[in-house]
């Protein structure tokens, strides 16, 4: 999500400097050629296949809340020990063949998920902005982006295991485990970020106090702290959203989600609420944009 947003904050830079360019001064002389960051054919098609796909984040966003609200409606109707027993009733049982059902679509739209992480190693664009701080950048690119190009495999042999297993023949729990391994690394690496943000944010948000002196300067300083503050509470959300998945995550990559670590109702439980998250994060950058 945060590389959705990276792409349309670029593209609105990008129409603003092509109406500033027509409308500057004939005196103006133009930016010699070898200066200008030239784009590979490579870097334009991933950056166009992306922009096509980024639709796919939303979408995953709405079917985690569907997905996890029939969790709460199974969950709570369940008759027996295990949600998989035979003794369940037919609507708490109904409810999770639900769940099953709509996770697998979920891992149709992982199948575009390849060529976006390579975007990502290439630009950096899943650092979601411009930051300082080239920690930030290296761990959008190898740890975010990187361990995608490993979670993904995973993640279709997962769904091939479970949806043709006479050709496919791999155990898909146990890939489902090694992908959220790769999962907790990212979701480690994410939250690392996370804090190496809001410490950059902090200490931007002390150079601009000390130096506001004039009543310009104070207007801008205003404004700076508006845009401040929408940045931390973007990055919070951030972090938060990742703690919250960071003990399914542990539990899912030991036994898988058949057997849960922790318990059901505290893991799925964590997931509810990161998905509830998601979309007000989602909505909240939307109005930023």
Not at 63 to 68: F, M, N, P
Not at 105 to 112: A, V
Not at 124 to 136: H, L, Q
Request: aromatic share 14%; with cysteine.
């Amino acid at each position: 999500m945060n590389a959705v947003r990276e792409r349309k904050r670029k593209r609105k830079l990008q129409r603003n400097k092509k109406y500033e360019s027509t409308n500057a001064k004939s005196s103006h002389r133009p930016t010699p050629a070898k200066h200008l960051r030239q784009i590979s054919k490579l870097d334009s098609f991933l950056a166009s296949y992306c922009e096509y796909t980024s639709y796919t984040s939303s979408f995953d966003i709405m079917l985690r809340v569907v997905v996890y609200s029939f969790w709460v409606l199974a969950w709570a109707t369940r008759t027996s020990p295990s949600p998989y027993d035979e003794t369940n009733n037919v609507f708490s049982a109904s409810m999770y063949d639900l769940m099953d059902n709509i996770h697998l679509c979920r891992y149709i739209f992982r199948f575009s998920g390849l060529l976006e992480a390579f975007e990502g190693i290439r630009t950096g664009s899943w650092a979601g902005g411009s930051w300082e701080d080239p920690r930030i950048i290296f761990i959008a690119k190898y740890f975010l982006a990187g361990t995608m190009l490993f979670y993904y495999p995973f993640d279709h042999l997962v769904y091939l295991g479970f949806t043709i297993p006479e050709l496919v023949k791999v155990d898909p729990w146990l890939h489902f485990s090694y992908s959220c391994r790769v999962w907790f690394v990212f979701i480690v690496a994410d939250i690392a970020a996370c804090r190496l943000k809001l410490l950059e944010l902090q200490r931007n948000r002390m150079e601009s106090e000390l130096s506001a002196n004039s009543e310009d300067d104070k207007m801008m300083k205003a404004f700076n702290d508006a845009m401040h503050h929408s940045k931390v509470r973007f990055v919070k959300l951030q972090l938060l959203r990742s703690s919250c998945t960071l003990i399914p995550a542990i539990s899912w990559s030991i036994y898988g989600r058949k057997k849960p670590l922790f318990g059901e109702a505290p893991e799925n439980g964590l997931m509810l609420i990161e998905s509830y998250l998601a979309v007000y994060q989602e909505a909240f950058s939307s109005d930023e944009d």
